[in-house]
């Protein structure tokens, strides 16, 4: 087991490598250098003060050598130091909002596997039924629907027409001066809307393969086995069938974490949530380049954690995964 | 063979609902100036967020202009989009995809890791971080949704070159001489077009999607151009009074998507009912 973590450690290093050069790419696409915002705006920056600047942000030195400074600060989470007025260094700022937008996916995932995988099943042992019918309609919408229209009329419909749950951030104004449980109630209301939305998007695609998994497990040798032997439907299906479909569910898993993560800007920035999207979101608009390349870097790590969980739980679930 | 294509396809009623949703799609994009009722830029300041009447099948905005009118003209911004962002998808991974399949040893495990890299970054991440940098247009949203979207297609094409390459055909074309560049564009790639034809449709709504939801949050289309993702972020600012800036631009966007997914699947079930 050791030995498989260590082989996807080694595995995931160059991939690692390049996460850095592209985001260290990324931000010398940027035409003109950082410094421009400091010094074009004020008139009474010369040309020495200018160079004094460039070199104080290793500027004048070849881009490899540039890179390599880079990586070395990357690597104590150094992320520079934001262009806003509060100048407050990058890491602060994304590790204070991560929590809230790694709270918001999980409950998300939870919510994605605790339906999907029951749509998934039934719809796969009533083949061709009425609710198979129901559920493929509904996964051919959610591949098509602009997430973040439905998240506008589900507020219009929660928020404004029925006035039952909050559509902006995560607590009320007064959340201070709540007793313990309804400031918990007050949370939850507050989250129910954007953990169904970001939900909404993965549900569709794992109940569609949840569906396909489990009917070609039903198809296999061994469920004949089982049946021939006597055992009752139910410990067929729930006990022989379902572990197997359900062991290439945690790849997919691991393969929608980049989508939720994404998709989190959106949500957050509707929703108006403090987390890391939004603060990607407000960064982009600010243009404060040090920010967007740090959470850009942070998303991409947090897909590679997200992977290697997901590979080696499999490895946990699966032994042949191991060996081989 | 083309016979039985068109006989599946025909047959199945959702690809053909897909294929009518996208013929209607083009229809309106090219007719736009002669259908559209109103100019879409004439702004009435008399009118402003007036509700869906017989003068205004849709409604009108927060500016008082005619929200049908910008609906069909925002259609082209969607099929113009989800063209040129698709076509340079495509053709980055085929090429890229074609190479890797082809040649196998290290080129493949240079394109396959680079690959790996591209798919580790949460792709609205990248496009929001290179949109951070260059201006927000039409031309350079085309160009980024392009540029983060070939790695699946790549997968794709070198699945098919890897199982192509050791045919016979490829053989007899190698045994008269012909060069590498020639087996690999005329010879198998023509082979590879079904799988590729499929993604490109699929990777149509795709783009078509992720355009609206850069526009709605203003980092995409900017006005006063229409397009659908746009008009709903107008429909966001007055959500407690206009419900038609909501409604319509996100059904739009909804019917055009799910045409092309249709469509995409069809043509899938109907070149190889096995993959069913």
Redesign the interface.
């Known amino acids: 087991m050791l030995q498989y973590v260590a082989k996807r450690l080694v595995f995931m290093a ?2 690692l490598v ?2 850095t050069i ?1 985001c260290f790419s ?1 931000m010398h ?3 003109g250098s950082p410094t421009d915002l400091q010094t074009q705006m004020n008139p009474r920056a010369s040309a020495e003060a200018q160079a004094r600047l460039r070199a104080m942000y290793d500027l004048d030195k070849p881009l490899y050598h540039q890179y390599w400074i880079w990586v070395q600060k990357l690597a104590v989470l150094d992320l520079g130091q934001s262009f806003s007025t509060d100048h407050r260094p990058v890491a602060d700022k994304i590790l204070e909002r991560l929590p809230i937008t790694i709270l918001l996916n999980c409950l998300s995932l939870i919510l994605i596997l605790a339906l999907a995988i029951p749509i998934g099943v039934l719809s796969a042992v009533h083949q061709n039924s009425l609710f198979d019918k129901l559920t493929s309609v509904f996964v ?2 959610g ?4 997430t ?3 998240a ?2 589900l ?2 419909l929660f ?2 027409q029925l006035g039952w749950l909050p ?1 902006s951030g995560i607590r009320s104004l007064n959340y201070e001066y709540l007793p313990a449980g309804a400031a918990f109630w007050d949370l939850i209301k507050h989250l129910i809307l954007p953990v169904m939305l970001s939900a909404f998007g993965g549900l569709a695609g794992l109940s569609r393969y949840m569906r396909s998994n489990m009917l070609e497990v039903i198809r296999q040798d061994y469920i004949m086995t089982a049946r021939a032997k006597g055992l009752s439907e139910r410990a067929v299906i729930y006990k022989h069938a379902l572990r197997n479909a359900l062991l290439p569910v945690i790849t997919i898993l691991g393969l929608s974490i ?2 939720l ?3 989190s ?2 949500f957050e ?2 929703f108006a949530i403090p987390g890391m999207g939004q603060l ?2 407000m ?3 600010a ?1 404060d ?1 040090p920010v ?2 740090g ?2 870097f942070i ?2 790590v947090l ?2 954690l997200g ?1 290697l969980i997901a590979d080696v739980s499999y490895a946990v679930a699966d032994p042949r995964i191991r060996v081989s | 063979m083309e016979s039985d294509f068109w006989n599946r396809f025909l047959k199945n009623k959702m690809a053909v609902a897909g294929s009518l949703v996208v013929l209607l799609l083009f229809a309106v994009s090219l007719l736009a100036p002669w259908i559209a009722p109103c100019d879409p830029s004439a702004i009435d300041l008399t009118q402003v967020l007036a509700a869906p009447s017989s003068a205004h099948l849709f409604g009108t905005d927060q500016l008082g202009r005619d929200v049908l009118s910008r609906m069909i003209w925002g259609a082209r911004i969607s099929l113009k989009v989800g063209f040129v962002a698709t076509g340079i998808a495509i053709l980055l991974g085929a090429i890229l995809g074609a190479v890797s399949g082809y040649y196998g040893r290290w080129v493949d495990a240079v394109i396959m890791r680079f690959v790996d890299i591209m798919l580790c970054f949460p792709t609205f991440f990248l496009i929001l971080a290179v949109i951070a940098i260059l201006e927000p247009s039409i031309w350079n949203i085309m160009i980024i949704i392009g540029l983060t979207g070939w790695m699946g297609i790549t997968r794709l094409v070198r699945a098919d070159f890897i199982s192509l390459k050791e045919r016979d055909f490829v053989l007899a074309a190698r045994v008269i001489g012909a060069s590498d560049l020639r087996i690999i564009f005329i010879h198998i790639l023509p082979n590879a077009m079904a799988s590729i034809l499929v993604a490109a449709t699929l990777g149509i709504a795709g783009a078509i999607l992720t355009e609206s939801a850069l526009s709605f949050l203003g980092i995409g289309v900017q006005p006063p151009t229409p397009s659908w993702g746009n008009i709903l972020t107008a429909g966001k600012d007055n959500i407690d009074i206009a419900w038609w800036l909501s409604l319509y631009p996100g059904l739009a966007i909804l019917i055009t998507v799910l045409g092309y997914n249709l469509l995409g699947e069809g043509i899938r079930d109907s070149l190889d009912p096995r993959l069913r």
């Open positions: 160059p991939l390049g996460i592209i990324v696409l940027a035409p051919f919408i591949f098509a629907m602009p973040f229209w439905l506008l009329l507020m219009i928020g404004v559509i980049p989508g993560i994404g998709g800007v959106i920035t509707i990607f979101y960064s982009v608009m243009r380049y967007v390349m959470i850009l998303g991409a897909t590679l992977n």
